[in-house]
């Protein structure tokens, strides 16, 4: 059997094709992850609402914020318009944060991503939420 011939090129082929499926899986989750990474877009309302707010890996949370309306761009992991809420008050130590995308009840806090974040946030402990939005 000769190196590079066609029983190295077939052996070759199905080894490549046994990974494949796993890269692909691992791209995809990739992909997701990037997704989730920003958040890009336009938010409007039929009420009035105000945001300037921003915080960085949960750890720098500064300003204040309220939208309740909806969204158009990348946001909350999907490309489109969907609605969207937002109440958040950062203090740079401390900050707190709630955020619907899509299917939520702001009444209901289970459906909304919840957290406190700063470096005094963090101390506070974790929410009943769903854990895929932290750190923001």
């Excluded at 494949?20 to 958040?39: F, K, N, S, V, W």
């Amino acid at each position: 059997m000769r190196p590079g011939g066609t029983t190295g090129k077939l052996a070759l082929a199905l080894a490549a094709l046994g990974v494949l499926p796993g890269c692909m899986t691992y791209l995809q989750h990739r992909a997701d992850d990037a997704l989730e990474m920003i958040d890009l877009g336009v938010t409007w309302s039929d009420t009035f609402g105000l945001a300037a707010y921003g915080n960085f890996a949960s750890i720098t949370p500064g300003g204040i914020g309220y939208v309740d309306g909806y969204f158009a761009g990348l946001g909350g992991g999907q490309i489109g318009t969907t609605e969207h809420y937002q109440g958040s008050l950062g203090l740079l130590l401390w900050g707190y944060e709630e955020v619907g995308w899509g299917d939520f009840d702001k009444d209901v806090p289970g459906t909304l991503d919840r957290q406190h974040c700063g470096l005094l946030g963090i101390l506070a402990g974790p929410f009943d939420r769903r854990l895929s939005y932290a750190p923001a």
